[in-house]
């Protein structure tokens, strides 16, 4: 069974949306400044992200080419991925090493620096307070878990909320709701 029926979906005028947008473009240009120095530093090419449920994203980790000094530290957790059509290596500190405890520490000063510089799909779900968390359908090896998501989709921005969620929360008067239907062409459609 499909979770559709355990979110509502909503979108804003494509007037809001570039309100919305020109809010964040400050943002999005000191995050970029602040990613520019990190990969400078490193020698990364990107950040690993990872969120709690319903949380906001954090670093986790550095991705390196795949042929980077880094990418084969032994006293690191390794996944192989492809990132702009070149082959790179996720790192993770691991906890019980040194040097791999020295990379979370790292991490987590870049989470720092970055914090109140968040990604336009947090700062969309921040700025409209609409972050929600709930349960969607048993899957026969779970249940999943559901949270707010949210995004541009050609001239308007898209969300997707559980319902009923964990919290109480004001769905925003310029948000329309819209059926599943119509957010799936909206997003399909602005790929």
């Not at 906890?95 to 991490?107: D, E, F, I, P, V």
């Not at 919290?167 to 399909?188: A, C, M």
């Amino acid at each position: 069974m499909s979770n559709e029926k355990h979110k509502k979906y909503y979108r804003t005028t494509p007037e809001k949306k570039s309100e919305i947008a020109a809010i964040y473009a400050p943002i999005a240009v000191m995050r970029d400044k602040v990613l520019q120095s990190i990969y400078k530093e490193t020698g990364a090419v990107a950040v690993a992200t990872s969120s709690g449920w319903g949380m906001p994203l954090f670093v986790a980790g550095l991705v390196f080419p795949a042929d980077h000094p880094e990418a084969s530290n032994p006293h690191y957790h390794q996944k192989p991925a492809m990132h702009d059509g070149k082959e790179v290596v996720i790192v993770e500190g691991k906890g019980n090493r040194k040097a791999g405890y020295a990379l979370q520490r790292k991490c987590s000063e870049y989470q720092k620096r970055l914090k109140d510089l968040p990604v336009l799909k947090d700062f969309i779900i921040d700025h409209m307070g609409v972050r929600q968390t709930g349960m969607g359908e048993s899957t026969g090896r779970g249940v999943a878990m559901l949270s707010t998501q949210a995004g541009i989709a050609g001239d308007v921005i898209v969300l997707s909320i559980p319902f009923p969620g964990d919290n109480k929360i004001t769905i925003p008067d310029y948000l329309e709701e819209i059926s599943y239907g119509t957010f799936y062409d909206l997003v399909e459609n602005s790929k």
